[in-house]
């Protein structure tokens, strides 16, 4: 994954093209003034040696410890950094680990014969073990100093950033103290320069440098703030949230495969549910999911319970381990709009099948342009969706049709949520749980007699169906 952040602590540094990039060891002083220049950043750095804290290197993938041994015995400096120490130090299990150094991209290349560069914007080294990828970024710099370097921003957004720098600028250009914590391999002690540590034992998530300021530069980190806050039970420190109300429509110039990234971190990383309340509670679901969150604000309490067993459900599959999709996720999120889309179509006389089609590719197309759902995804959203009409056809054919189609699994559980919209559906969703168990010719003898169109009456699985016949309304398909 390419990393699209470029922390920065001020805005206002001048716009720089090129490629020259400046390297660490010449720019402390300058750093020193900056850090001192910032009255909200300590400029001391704090060194808590090894028996003083609980990183152990049995925590830590062997392949990062490969990485930050191979780059200290060329001569670089190496250090463990960003969430992998944030929560070693929280005693919880890092899901990965990524690296800050004084060697440049190609001078990582040339130690790793299995290392790729990336990204263009913020050049990287992956250092690629099977599965693990270890992410080595070069310490960057503020570049505020020298005429080098290759940062360019637009509007006080970074848009490239290039430019290498010391370790404590470095520090000062990540998003939130707490984030700006380094484990060095050469003795096992933390170094902390921005007052991480206390930070840590308080709880709280305090962004390094001016808020508005810090938003402006990448409006992602408003939602990195409720994200974490959510999964470290932080609170966010005051000075960080009170700019959200302002700053959060910025989240609109963000780039939308970028919020789909941060989207499946949010809710696809086992705190999903709490993500979820955190956006909302800072007011910003409106600006990631604007649909869902003008539907809860009306006040849809069945939407909400589906939302959020929907989240909940999946937290608990991702930690037993079990895989999880984003079309599920998503198809639970955009449910209320889509369904009430298809519905007033159906309204205006439009035929089930395509009444849903429309809604489905409205709502999705809408949303796209904020979070870009690839189409793998969407398509299966687009299935689940067109799906739901078809559970309450109890013909014969048309349920085994239904038990055999591919996505008849995700559709079921989607059904299952559903049953938060009313008793009926739940009846229903215990029906399919029910005709799923039963041999097929038990249900076969169950719908004997339930193989025409316009049957709609719903036999239970096991005893022989009671005829009924149901007139349609004029103009509405059985799709709808
Ligand atoms: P997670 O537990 O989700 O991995 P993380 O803090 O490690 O959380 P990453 O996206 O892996 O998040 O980023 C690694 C580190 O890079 C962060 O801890 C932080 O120091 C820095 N970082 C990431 N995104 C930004 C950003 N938008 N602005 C500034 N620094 C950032
Ligand atoms: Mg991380």
Redesign the pocket.
């Known amino acids: 994954m390419v990393?699209v952040?470029a922390?920065l602590s001020e805005a206002g540094c001048a716009v720089r093209r090129g490629s020259a990039y400046i390297r660490a060891t010449t720019r402390k002083d300058s750093c020193r003034l900056n850090l001192e220049a910032r009255n909200d950043i300590s400029p001391a750095l704090r060194i808590i040696p090894r028996e003083q804290h609980n990183i152990s290197r049995k925590n830590i993938s062997k392949a990062a410890l490969r990485v930050l041994y191979r780059l200290n015995e060329a001569g670089y400096d190496a250090f463990l950094?960003?969430?992998?120490v944030?929560?070693l130090l929280l005693g919880g299990h890092?899901?990965?680990f990524?690296v800050a150094t004084s060697a440049t991209p190609d001078e990582v290349k040339k130690l790793f014969r299995n290392c790729r560069l990336i990204g263009r914007r913020f050049r990287l080294a992956h250092v690629v073990f099977g599965p693990e990828i270890i992410e080595v970024a070069t310490f960057r710099g503020t570049g505020e100093d020298e005429g080098g370097g290759d940062r360019h921003i637009v509007d006080g957004l970074i848009v490239r950033d290039n430019i290498w720098g010391t370790i404590e600028e470095d520090a000062v250009?990540?998003?939130f103290r707490v984030?700006?914590l380094y484990y060095d391999i050469s003795d096992f002690s933390v170094r902390d320069y921005v007052g991480g540590m206390q930070d840590l034992q308080d709880r709280v998530l305090h962004l390094i440098g001016d808020p508005a300021t810090r938003y402006r530069e990448?409006p992602?980190?408003m939602l990195?703030a409720a994200r974490?806050a959510a999964?470290l039970d932080f609170r966010i420190d005051d000075a960080a949230s009170a700019a959200f109300a302002e700053l959060g429509p910025l989240l609109a110039d963000a780039a939308p495969a970028r919020l789909f990234d941060e989207s499946l971190?949010l809710f696809l990383s086992g705190h999903g549910l709490k993500s979820f309340r955190m956006l909302e509670q800072c007011g910003l679901l409106k600006f990631l999911f604007p649909t869902t969150a003008r539907a809860l604000q009306r006040g849809d309490e069945a939407l909400r319970a589906l939302v959020e067993s929907g989240l909940s459900n999946t937290d608990a599959r991702v930690m037993e381990g079990k895989s999880v999709t984003p079309a599920f996720l998503f198809a639970v999120l955009l449910w209320g709009e889509v369904r009430d889309l298809a519905h007033a179509l159906i309204a205006r006389g439009l035929d089930g099948n395509e009444a849903w089609a429309r809604a489905a590719a409205q709502v999705v197309g809408e949303q796209c342009q904020r979070v870009a759902i690839p189409r793998r995804f969407t398509f299966t959203m687009e299935e689940i969706w067109s799906l739901q009409p078809r559970f309450e056809q109890i013909q014969r054919k048309r349920v085994f049709r239904l038990l055999t189609h591919p996505r008849f699994r995700a559709a079921f559980d989607f059904l299952l949520l559903r049953g938060a919209e009313s008793p009926a559906l739940r009846e229903l969703g215990q029906w399919w749980a029910h005709a799923q168990q039963l041999p097929h010719d038990t249900l076969a003898a169950a719908l004997s007699g339930h193989g025409g169109e316009g049957d709609g009456s719903m036999p239970t699985p096991g005893k022989p169906p009671r005829r009924r016949r149901r007139r349609k309304p004029a103009g509405q398909s059985d799709a709808s």
Do not use: F, M, Q
């Open positions: 990393p952040w922390p950094v960003g969430g992998a944030r929560d890092p899901k990965d990524d250009r990540r998003d984030n700006a990448d992602v980190r990195r974490l999964k971190k």
